[in-house]
């Protein structure tokens, strides 16, 4: 940095092969509807945290899907587990257990138990 | 409503750069400033054809319309023939007429390319005039430009250049008429008033920001622009 | 009623709709270019949305041309094309003249060439195939990679060919993305092991049944769904393909190594149909698919009085759709034919 | 790979390139970091090819860098380049031929707009006449100088002293190509091969033995970028853009890189040098970086031209093991050396034949 004035910047692309899908594994076993979802974006529209910070249920599925996990543990703190989400989805997708189960594959993999 | 987007239609790359925009996200997918800056040409070309004045008057404030690297590879894929690269050059050309590029750090740095690059055009002819431009500005260049800049005029005499000489060849002085000219197309078709809309807006932000700023690049603002890199642009 | 049709290509919809003619004594005369009838059908394993094998579907086409009245001539093309007065005069590539009272044009459509999208290298990068290769490999029931290694991760870029205006189409192929999902799950049916992802723009289920399938393959299949148009594809170093994308629901663009790429190549106006256009004087659309002269009730007519046009010649249509329009075709030319009396 | 499918598409990327006659314009890029390119083409052309190449004293940059910079706007620039053609005009000369891709691109672009929007064009026209009192017709033909040589390539390889080919495994030397984006990447159909599998450089290799290879990363832009490398703040992109390109390219070993833009080969020689001096990475064989040329230098060193008349000196990654492998005859000690007077710089470059 010194010498030259700047550092080399990392990509921000989703690197597919490079990623940790376990969480999302878990999530699959336990929830099998988390499958379902079609993004149409019914739950972040429904979402209370979402009418009011820049919370996206939808991308937080997605993001898990594909391993960005670092993204989704920030995130996943956001929701306040109401469950409107779930009253909402034309799938019938369990999106509040997705979360649920989401915080339990962090605690485990925390503890080493995935 | 659709104030700013009128403006831009002014803009003739506008015109040709946006149809109906589908959102396939082809162009962020292949953009190389997509890959390492927060940024997606997809998103902006989606919130300009909204048509919608405060979104683009965000985006002529923000530091994402300065991403782009202008390569073009959008344009060679999207199914609609839209170019974003030409939309953000549209965006840019507005955010400068009407001084909102000083409102976000990589805008600021508009005032240092045109001390360099638009000083070297309408003083020498060349986009690039490099003698004397040492490795204090390019530690990149290495030892080798160094060596270059160490010895300038037997390094250019070896290439066969014809180094501030009359006539043609590299680096020729191009003639004090040819330059009139080229003044005068500047004055004209607006390149000029282009320059001192950059000077003004960058002097009255150094004012702001409590920044010296003289002629040329020896001073603070110019240094700080220049050098200035926050760390949000990318993650 | 001693009348006679000429019905030009012998794919679904000539088929359906000589046999239809022919039930109400029509003598129909059956072209076809190929030496067999069936057009497209014969490389396809499996339809969608219920997966019946289309040799069913064939067995049933197959039975309409040993109908009484059906005269079909394969390896035939149309050299000439001209209506006189009250009939029409249709010189064969064989040289033979048919006189015809009416004449329907069933063409059918080519699969768009996938060569032209050069950034996905059809034809450059050897694991790289179309949605009809890959038919073919589920035929011989075997999918396997140039080195003859078993694919463990394949991606299925929807809408090749179609809604790109680089390539000239600018219309949707409708049946692309129903063919995807059908295709997606038959990869995992014939490869437990695979991953499959589908890149979409949008997906178009607006078919009887097709939202069902889409849904099957989620839920029983496991198949990956990402909104965003592959931007290219390339031969890595050990033979893989490095796709980019952008993942658009989550904005952010993403790079991925697959064994196998497929295209779902979409539907065009086919080269015979536009030999016919043109020795026939018949109007095509923007789409270069035969245009009809109204697009609610008088799809099956075209501008010349006593020339029909039936299934995807004038637009990509299914096999339900196509036998129905073929259907319509036959009332068309009977009703015609009636009143020419 | 199948070359079959490349050939195919080959073929449907034919483009027009005059035979004689050319109205040369320098590039600002080329003339500060390789101005021995500029000469060498200009020597091969007059010389090896019994060109007619007329260069204009009065012709200027065509703004490009900062017309992409943002800080030239469209009708400024569109009104500079109307000056050049109207030098090319008053000159007699319709055959353009810009060394720049920049600036290639750019002339593509605004024939193509005027074309689409005449009273563009016609503006131009008047603002031209306003402010130089010069009229101006269009080129008939638009060709960059990289295609030039491309139509010459067998001519340079009946005169080639060396080949690509490593002269002591017999073996091609593996050639990445890189092309400048505004080559083709706007309009595919003015490059030669198209925008996905331009032949325009890979035309020279095979004709002078070597071997192109394809990587990933192969259509990746060299990150210049303009303000992003020309704003010290934003060098860690362009800087990553090339590293992007290095690591894709590694594996397939590649013994050289050619370009045809200006501006790429100093970007991905110089690029080499920084991520060398900031992570202790080479991409090349034996510990070494991977020598960059332009088209201008390969096509010299295949006639073989002094490589220090070239300017290969002026490349801070060294391109010695490429002289090596090919077997040039050369001075090591001469490099820096620049007492030895030009041997035709003067002959060719400052007069107009």
Not at chain 4, 253 to 275: A, E, H, S
Request: aromatic share 10%; proline share 3%; net charge negative.
């Amino acid at each position: 940095m010194d010498k030259f004035g700047f550092t080399i910047s990392t990509g921000r692309q989703i690197d597919y092969e490079s990623n940790d899908r376990r969480i999302a594994e878990y999530i699959f076993e336990r929830e099998p509807s988390f499958r379902l979802c079609i993004e149409c974006g019914g739950c972040s529209a429904t979402c209370t945290t979402g009418n009011f910070t820049d919370f996206s249920l939808r991308e937080l599925n997605i993001l898990i899907k594909r391993g960005e996990n670092e993204q989704v543990r920030e995130k996943l703190n956001k929701c306040m587990l109401c469950g409107k989400c779930t009253l909402v989805c034309p799938r019938g997708v369990n999106t509040r257990n997705i979360v649920v189960l989401a915080k339990k594959a962090f605690q485990k993999s925390d503890e080493y138990a995935i | 409503m659709g104030k700013l987007y009128d403006l831009l239609l002014e803009d003739i790359r506008f015109e040709e750069g946006l149809n109906a925009c589908m959102n396939c996200g082809v162009c962020t997918a292949i953009c190389p400033a997509a890959e390492f800056y927060i940024y997606d040409p997809r998103k902006i070309v989606d919130d300009v054809q909204t048509k919608d004045d405060e979104k683009i008057t965000e985006l002529l404030m923000s530091e994402t319309i300065w991403y782009c690297g202008e390569c073009m590879s959008c344009k060679t894929r999207c199914p609609r023939g839209n170019a974003p690269g030409l939309i953000i050059m549209a965006l840019r050309s507005l955010s400068q007429d009407l001084g909102y590029f000083t409102e976000s750090e990589k805008g600021r740095q508009q005032l240092a390319l045109k001390r360099t690059v638009g000083h070297w055009m309408i003083t020498y002819g060349y986009c690039l005039y490099l003698e004397g431009v040492g490795t204090s500005m390019h530690p990149e260049q290495g030892p080798v430009w160094d060596w270059i800049q160490d010895n300038w005029k037997e390094v250019f005499k070896k290439m066969g250049a014809n180094y501030q000489g009359d006539g043609p060849g590299i680096l020729r002085r191009i003639p004090e008429e040819a330059m009139d000219e080229i003044r005068e197309i500047f004055k004209v078709t607006g390149g000029m008033k282009r320059f001192e809309n950059i000077e003004e807006f960058s002097k009255k932000k150094a004012k702001e920001l409590n920044m010296k700023l003289d002629d040329g690049i020896e001073n603070e603002y110019f240094q700080h622009i220049y050098k200035t890199n926050n760390g949000s642009h990318t993650r | 009623m001693g009348k006679h049709v000429v019905v030009i290509g012998g794919g679904v919809a000539g088929l359906e709709v000589a046999g239809q003619l022919s039930k109400v004594g029509i003598e129909v005369s059956l072209i076809e270019k190929d030496s067999n009838t069936g057009g497209h059908l014969n490389k396809w394993y499996k339809l969608f949305p219920d997966r019946r094998k289309s040799s069913e579907v064939m067995e049933y086409l197959n039975g309409i041309t040993v109908n009484k009245g059906i005269n079909l001539m394969t390896d035939t093309s149309i050299e000439m094309f001209n209506r006189k007065r009250d009939h029409f005069s249709i010189v064969t590539s064989g040289g033979k003249e048919l006189i015809a009272d009416a004449v329907i044009v069933a063409t059918g459509f080519d699969l768009f060439k996938s060569a032209r999208k050069e950034e996905y290298g059809y034809g450059i990068y050897d694991n790289v195939i179309t949605s009809a290769d890959l038919e073919e490999m589920f035929r011989k029931g075997e999918i396997s990679l140039t080195n003859n290694t078993i694919p463990e991760k394949i991606g299925i870029i929807h809408c090749v060919g179609s809604r790109d205006e680089k390539v000239g189409n600018f219309y949707c192929s409708k049946l692309c993305c129903v063919t995807a999902v059908k295709q997606a799950i038959e990869i995992r049916e014939f490869l437990p092991e695979s991953k499959v992802f589908c890149f979409y723009m949008d997906m178009r289920m607006g078919g009887a049944l097709y939202e069902e399938l889409y849904r099957e393959a989620q839920e029983q299949w496991g198949v990956s769904f990402i909104r965003g148009k592959v931007s290219e594809a390339s031969e890595t170093i050990d033979n893989q393909l490095l796709i980019k994308v952008e993942d658009t629901l989550a904005g952010r663009p993403l790079k991925m190594k697959l064994d196998l790429l497929v295209l779902m190549a979409g539907m065009e106006m086919s080269e015979g149909g536009k030999k016919i256009a043109g020795i026939g004087g018949l109007r095509t659309g923007e789409n270069r698919f035969f245009a009809a002269t109204d697009n609610h009730f008088g799809s099956n007519k075209s501008d010349i009085e006593g020339v029909f046009y039936a299934g995807t010649c004038t637009a990509p249509m299914n096999i339900t759709e196509t036998i129905s329009h073929a259907r319509a075709a036959a009332i068309e030319v009977i009703d015609y034919l009636k009143c020419s009396n | 790979m199948i070359l079959e499918g490349k050939k195919a598409v080959w073929k449907d990327y034919q483009k027009e390139i005059a035979e004689d006659k050319y109205y040369y314009v320098r590039s600002c890029v080329r003339q500060n970091f390789f101005p021995g390119s500029e000469t060498a083409f200009l020597k091969i052309m007059r010389e090896e090819l019994n060109k007619d190449v007329y260069e204009h004293p009065c012709h200027t940059s065509c703004t490009g860098i900062g017309y992409h910079s943002d800080i030239v706007p469209v009708e400024t620039t569109m009104t500079v380049v109307a000056r050049q053609f109207a030098l090319m005009t008053e000159a007699g000369y319709e055959n353009l031929m810009p060394s720049c891709i920049t600036s290639f691109g750019l002339y593509t672009e605004i024939l193509d707009t005027w074309h689409h929007f005449p009273e563009v064009e016609e503006k131009v026209r008047r603002q031209l006449k306003k402010a130089t009192g010069r009229e101006f017709k269009k080129p008939k033909n638009l060709a960059h100088s990289s295609d030039v040589i491309f139509k010459f390539r067998k001519e340079i390889g009946a005169k080639a002293k060396y080949k690509l080919i490593n002269k002591e495994t017999g073996e091609p030397l593996k050639v990445v190509d890189h092309i400048g984006c505004h080559y083709a990447k706007m309009f595919p159909s003015k490059g030669v091969g198209g925008a996905e599998y331009p032949y325009v450089l890979t035309g020279m290799i095979e004709e002078w033995g070597g071997q192109i290879i394809d990587y990933p990363e192969r259509r990746h832009c060299c990150g210049f970028g303009f303000r992003q490398y020309l704003v010290q703040a934003n060098r860690g992109f362009s800087v990553a853009c090339s590293k992007e390109k290095f690591e894709s390219m590694k594996p397939f070993k590649p013994d050289m890189i050619i370009t045809n833009c200006p501006g790429c080969p100093m970007f991905l020689d110089r690029w080499q040098y920084v991520i060398n001096e900031m992570e202790g990475k080479r991409y090349g064989q034996n510990g070494e970086g991977i020598p960059v040329f332009t088209y201008e230098e390969v096509a010299g060193l295949v006639l073989g031209y002094d490589p220090w008349e070239l300017g290969l000196q002026m490349h801070q990654t060294d391109c010695e093991p490429v002289l090596n492998k090919i077997g040039t005859d050369y001075s090591p000690e001469d490099k820096y050396n620049l007492d030895i007077s030009p041997s035709y710089s003067k002959k060719h470059n400052l007069i107009n034949v």
